[in-house]
């Protein structure tokens, strides 16, 4: 089992839609928690860190399972420049960063 | 100016050939890391330095090294390149490990021959 797992993807959907990807871990000691947006053929740039109470930065809302060990986000009201692919990190503990291969959206007019 | 660059941005190479990617940012971080992109991989590690004594191996150090100069400058050496080597390289800098954000420069293009 991946240690991070997302749904390649693409997730292909309208403008305005809500749409919702997941991510699985598999070691429970996971300390943090992020989801980075990376545009093609560019570097990664985090979108927003995930707390274990949930967050909500604008359309984008973050969350933590602990108990069945993944992450969630949702984009609302999708625009088209939210067309990316997003990555899900975990660390688990000292220097231990680890990348899901990421989940692709298509937003579509 | 950007905080993380990488020199070259692209690079075609062939195999058997040294190869050098450099890094420099001006954040002054002490942590910096090269991880690769492939395709379907994702991100993984290749090495990592909390300073500039620190040299630690990540989970694909095999074919690579690296030499950290100055906090500022982390330097990937490929000795030998070969053709499965080929990926997007990237450097990124974090101000502690994992519970920190870390920041990518643009990445460098690597084609072995």
């Known amino acids: 089992r991946k240690e991070v797992e997302q749904d390649p993807g693409p997730f292909n959907v309208p403008e305005g839609a809500t749409v919702a990807f997941n991510c699985t871990y598999s070691n429970s000691a996971s300390q943090s928690f992020f989801w980075y947006r990376q545009d093609c053929r560019k570097e990664p740039k985090l979108l927003m860190s995930?707390?274990?109470s949930g967050n909500e930065d604008g359309r984008f809302t973050a969350q933590l399972n602990r108990a069945s060990q993944y992450i969630s986000l949702l984009i609302r009201d999708s625009k088209l420049s939210d067309s990316a692919t997003y990555l899900c990190?975990?660390?688990?503990?000292?220097?231990?960063?680890?990348f899901g291969t990421g989940t692709k959206l298509q937003v579509i007019p | 100016d950007a905080d993380v660059t990488q020199t070259p941005r692209n690079r075609i190479t062939k195999t058997g050939k040294r190869i050098m990617l450099e890094c420099s940012q001006t954040k002054g971080h002490d942590r910096m890391y090269w991880y690769r992109q492939d395709p379907g991989l994702g991100l993984r590690l290749i090495y990592y330095s909390f300073d500039v004594k620190d040299i630690n191996k990540g989970e694909i150090s095999d074919g690579y090294s690296v030499s950290r100069q100055a906090q500022a400058k982390f330097s990937l050496s490929l000795e030998s390149a070969i053709p499965n080597q080929t990926a997007l390289y990237f450097c990124?800098?974090?101000?502690?490990?994992?519970?920190?954000?870390?920041?990518f420069g643009p990445g460098t293009r690597l084609t072995v021959l």
């Open positions: 990190v975990v660390g688990g503990g000292y220097q231990k960063v680890t």
């Open positions: 990124a800098t974090s101000e502690r490990p994992d519970t920190d954000t870390q920041y």
């Open positions: 995930v707390y274990s």
